[in-house]
């Protein structure tokens, strides 16, 4: 249990978003009860009044602290002596922005799903804005929380795979291969809306992903991208498969590919990278487990909380080997090291190393930098643009 | 989210053992966590009381709540307003017997790791005590939480195997290849000394687990067995390997293989069933994935809340296909499945059909049995025993 | 056995290239050899004389019909009662051309290795010989002679996966990672050199297989590729990573990525096809598997002369299902259905319609082209260019 | 190509069995030609005459040396100046002793399929006239063939290991799941009939494979077993599964599963070794891996061809790694091996090291031994058995 060594008192977490229905929330509130640092005291998981108070009331948060109005909600947390230490955004993408402002102006910390804002303006603005007021902030790019993932990062830092080459990173699903917006389905209505949205699809909902997590391992800047985004559903407006070519600073190249149309992958999120002297890896539906090849020698299979790690990879499991954490832990190992970066800036002291390079404001700059060039090239008809 | 539809108020819980040091008492307090039903408010950490205190305050349990006697706690617990609602047993087998006996007597819940007891006297008159006593009794054969094990059990009760011919059941593991329990390692000290764990090793540990499993899927009980079981590792003195044959009533046939000592192997637990009409394969280490075969057709990939699965299936899921859930996830479905049923017992209403299927008291009793037997069979050099 | 039906006489094969130290020609022999349809009778198995003469002695061929030179042998070979009936090419790739054209003119069928040649004006120059010719052509494009990858095919245009959307295909290897071109190994030489392979490395080596591959079991023609090559091994002036994008005529998308420099990655050509109805995957490393899913169902588990397969694939079979077949029984698939093909003509009959779709001059255009226009791609810095 | 050193010439390939409908006829056929060092030119395909002759015509043998009656052609081929060098005998099992004896007695070398013979009174008889003969005797055990069989072998003979604990062995099959026998299917109705196949069903047809494969691998031999037989399907008289726990002379302890009625498995033989110092798994169905654990270490995955093999496994190739051989080369490669100790004979000197340890005909007689003792085990109901 890496988790357990002391008790800091829980941190008081408030929500924006993650009402009946809605998928990410509750996402969120299982990985921040896992490993117990933070209890859920207050939210606005609803605009419409009646159901931000029938959200909280199953939910454990007493009435006087379920907002409808996340301004208000701010407002009153932000002065309550017992307010809550942190917010998670986890409405659809064109709110993030303001939310995130309105806490943080109201000095609450702030951890908030990606893509950070569906503008590029708008997210260098937020950047400013934490600089500016000292707050923690907190992007839930996931999985960078699992442990392998870390593994990886770790081997490609101390350069076990000498000079990186070729980087291959995708992440298709199928869920949205047919017209699931028309039936009802929330998810997918919000997703394929540019109002809630923003002007990415698959792009921003699932391609971010993939891009932070190639960024993450490998450590490298893209230099410039070439991007062939396409709406394959009748009617659809919003990208549902982006094929993308690569160039990375110092000389990688690699190619991404997110997909919401792909019969038979589910979230697919895989990272191969190749480098002068070894090659990684890892799929996101078989995260305990990546595959290391140094040059002329056998695979092999290297295992979460198993033989050969680091300690990077050794500080985010929870249980032996062979007993699989899933996509949950990986989301509660973020949140665990949102909380001890929020402890130290409570206590003004340096957080511990291991956990402070979760995603923050800056990837979420990048993330959103990515999505508008990106979207600059396909329109452009797939031309090279320098990010 | 499966199990946010109401917030009754969440259910007290009480500890005993788990202490630091401690694997699986982690394991049931995350587990405890994760679907939110319950809080810890008490426990037995530890029989020495400095380490008992200790473990209570790196978990949030109030000092005077903090004990080192059980039967002190359950006696105290039993006469708070605000007294524990159930406890947990995590301690070495030998105390489970005398734990849960106190904690039942003393009107509380009883939720207890496997195996149930260390005898068979013990295991009948706890099932006796359980059955007067009118508490709720959980055991935690935890793979029985896994959506597809019930995805699994629910197809072949509805026939769609056919007649079941063979079964084939096996868990092994390798962290016990080596002299694991001279170096100093808790969790292997007490697992390999009879005094604590019984006089079953690798039989009692996980072997139970492969024979709950088996049974739990098809619900065939076993007829006689002829057992083999070994102690390879030099000087250990309870077995590290089992090598089993099994006649189940009705005709089917089937083997039962666990070992300590299988390098490569680390939770391994994989069971095949084969009917008449068709087979089926689940691998622990691959939980979100079932094969079935329908005779004579490809063999079909069914996914954790993927498409085609039956009910009982999609009541024990927390996020979409794809997204993995891991071992942590199965066990807080036995929680929160104990949960409904202790609620219901409280309610005095019957618990939700699909929540009522977890193992108890009468599992307790047939592992115990099958421990009993296939010691006996293995004694007298592997002869054919009945159950 | 599927090949054994009849036994009309041997064809008699010779051979140009594949003396000792050669690799793909021992593979033709053994290809040639198991379905039993082809004798070797002759050769000019190396332009050394000595050479010649020693390699025929290793492979049964009458020293009288060892040649050094091509030109000799389809003379006399052209002449002879017994001469043979058809010549396989599988010398390096600057010598296609010119000999498959030598054995046209001699009036002999040609069997040859690819790429077909090394500029498109000797691709389109061959493809009229051969039509004037009158003779058979055959290309080896040897993954479409696996049994799934005809099973895809035929899946594929039978509308099973309805409209297609995406084509991901990739064909990384590791044996070029380091410079093997320094160290004597005589298949890393030629290959890394411009001169006897081509204006293509990687691209020409395996990148077109995998072009035709997706070609072949889509059935769609590519409108327009992007392409970026690249040699990441120091001083190598042939391309050993391509990246590409790829639209096809009708709307489908799809990328290409093939490597010699992925360290881990030994053949690992494989394909995914997704359309609006299902999804196909194969990989080449674990060909008796192809994965099926119909949107919306579980996946299917479809193996080689398994249940629910087709005409074409299961003419393609030698063996019961879990028996695997390999890389050169596939090979062998094409020398049969060459075989056939050539039987055929010789009848002045129509060949079976199950061999008819074997790779031919018109793909060896096709191939060629697609080389030419990826290297202006790739020239031109990644723009777009039409096929 | 690691068999076209040299040529010396083909050996004269003579046949038993395998006429029109046969299975192992052909992939015999197919083993011989594959590495050239045999051609086929006389046999007794069938006793009929009629399709004696018509199968001949199917595969090249002249009429003259097409035998309805396998005595008359060992007479015949003995006496030949150009007789053959060796019988390959692939009939059903009850025709195997007396077929091999009248060979033997006419002086010419024999290549037998398994299991041996049907009694153990014919096994040691044969055994006798092998020795008494100095004729060569090849039994197939095909699997043994396999490039990464060899190594395990190899590895395990090299203490890499160390001390053998577990050895499991498994050969699941699906195909008699039903009553194919009374559907016309030849394979299977001489399989199922004690006269054709013996006192065995599954435990002759497979089982043997089994348990020759664990012993070919660690060099153990067995002392007892306990067995438990069965015939799943209505109305049939051999078994069609079995179960079997074994004791190692030396300490190890196994288990040996083979069964034709496991719906989804094709042909799959599984074994797993564990030693004090490590693991081995190899998979026939996946059989161009195997993986290798070093007590305590990751895992590692060996490929056929690839980094890190020993001699024996590297001489038992064809094509280069990631480009998948299977079932017919590991066929081919028995050949192979009894080529060379066939022409060593002839030579009247020592088979290369490498070829000498394919299975004969004291591994005949051990099969035939442990086809006995698992029979009369079973019919003592499963109790043990000394071999």
């Given amino acids: 249990m890496s988790n357990e060594h002391n008790a800091p008192r829980r941190l008081r977490l408030g929500m924006v978003g993650g009402g009946q229905g809605a998928f990410i929330g509750g996402v969120h509130r299982i990985a921040a009860r896992i490993d117990d640092h933070f209890e859920l005291v207050a939210?606005?998981?609803?605009?419409?009044?009646?159901?931000?108070?029938?959200?909280a009331a199953t939910l454990h948060v007493a009435p006087e602290r379920a907002y409808a109005d996340y301004r208000a909600m701010a407002d009153a947390e932000g002065q309550r002596e017992d307010?809550?230490?942190?917010?998670?955004?986890?409405?659809?993408?064109?709110?993030?922005?303001?939310?995130?402002r309105t806490f943080l102006e109201a000095g609450i910390d702030v951890i908030c799903d990606k893509p950070m804002t569906t503008t590029l303006e708008d997210a260098r603005a937020l950047a400013d804005l934490v600089e500016r007021s000292g707050?923690?902030?907190?992007?839930?790019?996931?999985?960078?929380?699992?442990?392998l993932v870390r593994q990886a990062r770790e081997m490609v830092a101390a350069g076990e795979l000498g000079e990186l080459r070729v980087v291959q990173v995708e992440y298709p699903q199928?869920?949205?291969?047919?017209?699931?917006?028309?039936?009802?389905?929330?998810?997918?209505e919000w997703r394929t809306d540019p109002k809630r949205s923003g002007p990415a699809g698959c792009l921003g909902?699932?391609?971010?992903?993939?891009?932070?997590?190639?960024?993450?391992?490998?450590?490298?800047?893209?230099?410039?991208?070439?991007?062939?985004?396409?709406?394959?559903?009748?009617?659809?407006?919003?990208?549902?498969?982006?094929?993308?070519?690569?160039?990375?600073?110092?000389?990688?190249?690699?190619?991404?590919?997110?997909?919401?149309?792909?019969?038979?992958?589910?979230?697919?999120?895989?990272?191969?990278?190749?480098?002068?002297?070894?090659?990684?890896?890892?799929?996101?539906e078989d995260p305990n487990e990546l595959l290391y090849t140094p040059q002329g020698e056998p695979p092999r299979r290297l295992t979460r909380n198993g033989p050969g790690l680091g300690e990077a990879a050794m500080a985010a499991v929870r249980i032996p080997p062979g007993h699989p954490e899933g996509y949950l832990e990986a989301f509660a190992q973020?949140?665990?090291?949102?909380?001890?970066?929020?402890?130290?800036?409570?206590?003004?002291?340096?957080?511990?190393?291991?956990?402070?390079?979760?995603?923050?404001?800056?990837?979420?700059?990048?993330?959103?930098?990515?999505?508008?060039?990106?979207?600059?090239?396909?329109?452009?008809?797939?031309?090279?643009?320098?990010l």
């Fill in 43 to 55: 939210g606005a998981f609803a605009s419409d009044p009646e159901r931000a108070r029938a959200s």
């Fill in 83 to 100: 307010g809550i230490d942190v917010v998670a955004i986890v409405t659809p993408n064109h709110l993030h922005f303001d939310v995130a």
């Fill in 135 to 147: 707050r923690f902030f907190g992007l839930t790019h996931n999985y960078s929380g699992y442990s």
């Fill in 174 to 188: 199928d869920w949205l291969a047919t017209r699931l917006e028309d039936q009802g389905v929330k998810q997918a």
């Fill in 205 to 284: 909902d699932i391609g971010t992903h993939a891009y932070h997590l190639a960024r993450f391992v490998t450590g490298l800047e893209v230099e410039s991208l070439a991007a062939d985004l396409h709406a394959f559903v009748d009617g659809r407006v919003l990208d549902d498969n982006v094929h993308m070519m690569l160039r990375f600073k110092g000389g990688a190249r690699g190619m991404l590919w997110s997909s919401q149309v792909a019969p038979g992958r589910e979230n697919g999120l895989r990272l191969r990278v190749y480098g002068s002297r070894g090659g990684l890896e890892w799929h996101q």
């Fill in 334 to 386: 973020l949140y665990s090291d949102f909380a001890e970066q929020i402890r130290a800036r409570h206590a003004n002291r340096e957080a511990h190393s291991l956990a402070r390079h979760t995603p923050g404001v800056a990837d979420g700059v990048d993330g959103v930098l990515f999505i508008t060039r990106a979207l600059e090239s396909s329109r452009a008809g797939g031309t090279w643009v320098n």
